[in-house]
């Protein structure tokens, strides 16, 4: 299991670096390792075996803790999407059309 210590926001940036699929897989990975320390820090001990939920499970647990706005979900969702596209199918690629459909879903109050 990964270690759940908290990474300063420039290591995360180091860590995502590189091609479009290393930059997805990476991400998700990161994004996943927030939700599982979130959910571990506010379920007594051995409530959930993190390891079988899927990450949208993850985050509608995170919905349901209050730790992420309910709006931020679809986002979310086109990005796991896009995750499982990549790391399973041999052909796929980051097209400007899923990466405009991941920006369109981003809150409108967050976008600068």
Known sequence: MPSSRPVSYVQFLR???GDDLGLV????????ACLNLTIE?????GLVELDRLPLMAKVDVWIVL??????????????????????????????????????????????V
Do not use: Q, T
């Open 15 to 17: 860590f995502i670096e």
């Open 41 to 45: 820090r506010a379920s007594p001990p």
């Open 66 to 111: 209050e730790r992420m706005l309910p709006v931020f979900r679809p986002m979310l969702v086109i990005a796991n999407r896009l995750r499982n596209r990549l790391a399973h199918d041999l052909e796929s690629a980051i097209m400007d059309v899923v990466a405009n459909e991941f920006l369109a879903s981003v809150p409108p109050s967050y976008k």
């Open 25 to 32: 897989l990476r991400s998700h990975l990161a994004i996943e």
